[in-house]
């Protein structure tokens, strides 16, 4: 079993629509989470952090259970330009320890579609 | 954006031939890691370093190598290249620290063909 796992999609979806992904992770001393956005060869790029209480920017909505051990990434209104594969990363560490491990998602494909 | 520059972006090589993927930042971060990317398929760790004189392999096997000389400069050489090489090549970097401070930073990639 991976370590983090994704549904890999693709979503295809009208624009306008509200998408949303889950990623669910194994390891409970899992200390930090992120949504990483990767266009077609391109690099990912940092999307939004995961906190505990949840939070968001402007049409996207992060939101993280412990308990049930998955971060959760909506979409609203989606554009076009939304069409791209969202990453889902997971810290495993302990604040201050260097020897963290960053762990990927394998990704979910979203396409927009007109 | 991220201070974090790869060269070459595309390299087409042929087999047997000695390559070296550059890659420095200017953020002053002490880690650094280079990925492995097919197209549309998932990222693999295949190297990673703490700081000066540090390297690690990462998770999925390879024969490439690294250095780690100078904070901000991370090369990776393959000292004879072969067409199962051929992929994309990610360097990154983060901050020491554990937390929310790490955020993860990826540079444009290389994207190297060996035929």
């Known amino acids: 079993r991976k370590e983090v796992e994704q549904d890999p999609g693709p979503f295809n979806v009208p624009e306008g629509a509200t998408v949303a992904f889950n990623c669910t992770y194994s390891n409970s001393a899992s200390q930090s989470f992120f949504w990483y956005r990767q266009d077609c060869r391109k690099e990912p790029k940092l999307l939004m952090s995961?906190?505990?209480s949840g939070n968001e920017d402007g049409r996207f909505t992060a939101q993280l259970n412990r308990a049930s051990q998955y971060i959760s990434l909506l979409i609203r209104d989606s554009k076009l330009s939304d069409s791209a594969t969202y990453l889902c990363?997971?810290?495993?560490?302990?604040?201050?320890?260097?020897?963290?491990?960053?762990?990927f998602g394998s990704g979910t494909r979203l396409l927009v579609r007109p | 954006e991220a201070d974090i520059y790869q060269t070459p972006r595309y390299l087409v090589i042929g087999t047997g031939k000695k390559i070296t993927l550059e890659c420095s930042q200017t953020?002053?971060?002490?880690?650094m890691y280079w990925y492995q990317q097919d197209p549309g398929m998932e990222l693999h760790l295949i190297h990673y370093s703490y700081g000066v004189n540090s390297t690690e392999k990462g998770d999925l096997s390879s024969e490439s190598t690294v250095s780690r000389i100078r904070t901000e400069h991370f090369p990776l050489t393959l000292e004879s290249a072969r067409p199962s090489h051929t992929s994309q090549y990610l360097c990154?970097?983060?901050?020491?620290?554990?937390?929310?401070?790490?955020?993860?930073?990826f540079g444009e990639g290389s994207w190297l063909t060996v035929v």
């Open positions: 990363v997971v810290n495993i560490s302990r604040v201050g320890d260097s020897s963290y491990k960053l762990i």
């Open positions: 995961v906190y505990s």
């Open positions: 990154a970097s983060s901050e020491i620290t554990g937390g929310y401070g790490n955020t993860i930073y």
């Open positions: 953020m002053g971060h002490d880690k």
